[in-house]
């Protein structure tokens, strides 16, 4: 579930702000009444984003064990 605060309440509540998160799922800050950014939980954001980032992998770029193995090559031909 979303909770939506104001900006002021946000910045009076900051000390309190995890504690929100584990009750709501994320909260929305509002500056004269539009949203201006969303506050989620850190636990559930890196695994969907290391998830979609395997998948949006850009097959033509190298990973870093590639870029490590033409350094190597390099470094052997200098």
Do not use: C
């Amino acid at each position: 579930m979303t909770r939506y605060m104001s900006a002021k309440e946000f910045r009076k509540r900051m000390p309190d702000i995890p504690e929100d998160l584990k009750r709501w799922k994320d909260i929305i800050v509002l500056k004269k009444s539009r949203p201006v950014f969303k506050v989620v939980a850190f636990e559930e954001t890196p695994g969907d984003l290391l998830d979609r980032s395997e998948t949006l992998r850009d097959p033509l770029q190298p990973d870093l064990q590639e870029i490590a193995a033409i350094v190597h090559k390099i470094r052997e031909a200098a």
